[in-house]
């Protein structure tokens, strides 16, 4: 079964950090680009960040670029979301996603909850 | 922030067809970008519904379909049934900002 699993969300401080992981199984991780999206509860999908085959270009939001930096382990077949000077903005659910050629998001993870408050 | 515009609401009885909108510009779905839709039923995550404005992945039902012209695109709901309430929205990708882009979404209620 192609499946992705986000792992690492929780609560923040303003200005602090947290780390995602995303653990995808059932397809060739290698194979696909990535890209995280995230949705404040109660409104709708932003795009946040993608990463290409083998981690070499990247991409981000304006909202997040300097802030945030994504990256995979083709070998572990997991992708990251390093969130660094976090926001009360930032409070969100953030999910995982498969990328297509077409630049569609095929296959969703559950989604991670990412709350910053003091 | 959103740069796809679509209806708040739209609503039906079962059985009548609904369309939703996607209005873009010529830097996205005018710029020969594909537009995608997704559908969310409320506490779970997105699901692929249309990709490459008129296919749909396997499993989904051939009630739902897709199309394009110019700078907007349209997802359209036939034979409404009571599982189709749900939150939609379409999607694209921005030559300007560079960036991937979602629509405003669009809440479908079965009356």
């Known amino acids: 079964e192609v499946q992705l699993v986000e792992s690492g969300g929780g609560l923040a401080q303003p200005g602090g950090s947290l780390r995602l992981s995303c653990a995808a199984s059932g397809f060739t991780f290698s194979g696909y680009w990535m890209s995280w999206v995230r949705q404040v509860p109660g409104k709708g999908l932003v795009w946040v960040s993608r990463i290409d085959l083998d981690g070499t270009t990247t991409t981000y939001a304006d909202s997040v670029r300097g802030r945030f930096t994504i990256s995979r382990d083709n070998a572990k077949n997991t992708l990251y979301l390093q969130m660094n000077s976090l926001r009360a903005e930032d409070t969100a659910v953030f999910y995982c996603?498969?990328?297509?050629?077409?630049?569609?998001?095929?296959?969703w993870g559950q989604g991670t909850v990412v709350t910053v408050s003091s | 922030q959103s740069v796809l515009t679509q209806p708040p609401s739209v609503s039906g009885a079962p059985g009548q067809r609904v369309t939703i909108s996607c209005t873009g510009s010529?830097?996205?779905?005018?710029?020969?970008?594909?537009a995608h839709w997704y559908q969310q039923v409320p506490g779970t995550a997105p699901k692929l519904l249309i990709y490459g404005n008129n296919n749909r992945p396997s499993g989904v039902p051939d009630r739902f379909s897709g199309s394009k012209s110019g700078t907007s695109a349209s997802l359209a709901i036939t034979g409404l049934q009571a599982e189709d309430e749900a939150d939609y929205y379409c999607q694209s990708y921005d030559s300007s900002l560079s960036a991937y882009v979602f629509g405003t979404g669009t809440k479908v209620t079965v009356l």
């Open positions: 010529s830097s996205n779905i005018g710029a020969d970008y594909d």
């Open positions: 996603t498969r990328l297509t050629t077409l630049l569609a998001f095929d296959i």
